[in-house]
């Protein structure tokens, strides 16, 4: 990402409902899948700020993976030395296999090697061990957004679900989110190509007024914690998958 995104990042992350929404809909698949405990490790790949990672503290033993400069800076302002690791998703500097959980929010389209990192989680992860992984959905929504956070693809369910394939991966939920306010994003972005193609006012940098903003994080988290509704489109993607014991 830019250096700026950094800011703009930390100024809405811990508000804005997408953000909020995200961390509380990956932590509750979590508690679903039963791998939370006080021994359990997690990985948090591409951590950003280490905020997810952060407020996962009480559940479990957190590791922090990012190679940005901007991301350790922030990183060792809440993390101890051995909590942060210094690497990339494709070249994971932990031993096969060392870790229970492993996620990567809203980290693979960063990756022109989106295959290679897939790889990767699957290597550092212990037999039954459980990923789970964000994305940006559906190229009809590519935008300024996009190309000021250095996005190589926004996803298909098909697209994302081909990076963990059956053989060794048992997918556990796979599906699109934020299905709500599609039509919005759709039309925002579209208005943002022909009035403000160069993204100078984002309306994803923007905290909503208190009570819509806690509407839309209801929202999001409670049609993302659905099960058996294949929706056929969304702004996101979710996938919770266990590594496979024989794989």
């Not at 979590?30 to 939370?36: D, F, H, K, N, Q």
């Not at 956070?149 to 369910?157: A, D, F, G």
């Not at 599609?182 to 994803?204: D, H, I, K, T, Y």
């Not at 209801?218 to 014991?245: D, E, N």
Request: proline share 4%.
């Amino acid at each position: 990402m830019n250096t700026d995104e950094y800011s703009n990042l930390g100024r809405v992350e811990r508000e804005h409902w997408y953000y909020a929404g995200k961390r509380e809909l990956v932590r509750r698949w979590l508690e679903r899948t039963g791998v939370l405990g006080r021994e359990t490790v997690l990985l948090d790949c591409g951590a950003g700020t280490g905020l997810f990672a952060e407020e996962m503290r009480a559940l479990c033993r957190v590791r922090v993976l990012d190679d940005h400069a901007e991301s350790l800076a922030i990183l060792r302002t809440r993390f101890s030395a051995e909590e942060i690791i210094e690497g990339s998703a494709t070249s994971i500097p932990f031993p096969t296999p060392s870790v229970d959980v492993v996620t990567a929010l809203d980290v693979l389209e960063h990756i022109a090697n989106d295959v290679g990192a897939a790889a990767e989680l699957r290597r550092v992860l212990r037999p039954g061990g459980i990923a789970v992984v964000t994305v940006p959905a559906m190229m009809s929504l590519w935008g300024y957004w996009d190309v000021a956070l250095h996005h190589h693809r926004r996803y298909t369910r098909k697209g994302l679900g081909a990076l963990f394939p059956a053989d060794t991966w048992e997918i556990l939920h796979l599906n699109y989110t934020n299905v709500v306010v599609f039509p919005g994003v759709w039309l925002v972005r579209r208005c943002q190509r022909w009035f403000n193609p160069r993204g100078a006012s984002r309306v994803e940098d923007m905290v909503p007024a208190a009570g819509l903003n806690r509407l839309l994080r209801w929202v999001f988290v409670q049609t993302g914690l659905w099960r058996g509704v294949p929706f056929p489109f969304g702004v996101s993607l979710l996938l919770v998958a266990r590594k496979r014991i024989s794989s």
